[in-house]
Each structure stands twice: as C-alpha cells, then as structure tokens.
C-alpha cells in the first residue's frame, strides 16, 4: 500500500537499470516527481542531521545525464549520505525555491539548510564536499 501512495504523490526510487545506463545495480537516488511528496520528504527529514545531495538536473541537459553514473556511485559509496534527483522541469517552483540558476546544481542540505553547493559537472569537486559534509 506505501508504494501505491508513493506512486500516488509522484516519488520513487530511481534504479539505474531503468534507465540506459550500462550498470544493473540498484540506485540509492530517490526521486521526486511532485511537490506535494518532495515537499512531505523534506518535511520529514530537514530536521535531521543527515546530509541529503540535490541533484537539480533536467531530461534534455547533456551534463546531468554526465554526471548520472557519477551520482549513482557516490550514492554507493556514501550510504550515510541521502542523494536526490529533482528534474528543474517538474518542480521549477523548488528550483527557484533553492535559487537554481544552471544545471546541473548540487545543493547539500543538513537540518534543512544549505551548507555547500556544486554548479556544473564537477565530479571531483562534488565527492569532495559530500566527503566533508557528511560527517
């Protein structure tokens, strides 16, 4: 029934296998479709003090579907760490919420305020920060 709700309000989780990316293993990114859920997500965890990684991305931007398999590992890597896809498209009111301006941006989040932020495909620089932040 959680699934049908989920579905419902427009969050999922994103396998990697779903998309055209060679991997098969599941991703740990969760995305949002609408803002009524993302909106009860981040309710439910800006209290918390967890990072949690935005990926501000859009379907039709070559340098967020670069950096894609990058986030998918970095997922992975950092279990400790929530990652996030927000398609800028779907949720524009969220994206100017978080002042997005490029895309990809990569805002990190603990206890609900930004403490970091990566705009561009920056790989190196954006494991960096995660790295930093997550303790």
Known sequence: MGSFFSSLLGGTSYSASEDSSSSSE?????????????????????????LMVID??????????????????MAAKF???????????ELPDVAQEFGVQAMPTFVLLKNGKEVDRVVGAQKNELEKKVDKHRC
Do not use: Y
Not at 56 to 73: Q, R
Not at 79 to 89: R, Y
């Open 26 to 50: 599941s991703s740990r990114v969760s995305i949002f479709h609408s803002a009524p859920r993302w909106q009860l997500h981040f309710n439910s965890v800006k209290e918390t003090p967890k």
């Open 79 to 89: 279990t400790d760490v929530e990652f996030v896809k927000l398609d800028v498209d």
């Open 56 to 73: 501000f991305s859009a379907s039709w931007c070559g340098p967020c579907k670069f950096m894609e398999p990058a986030l998918n590992d």
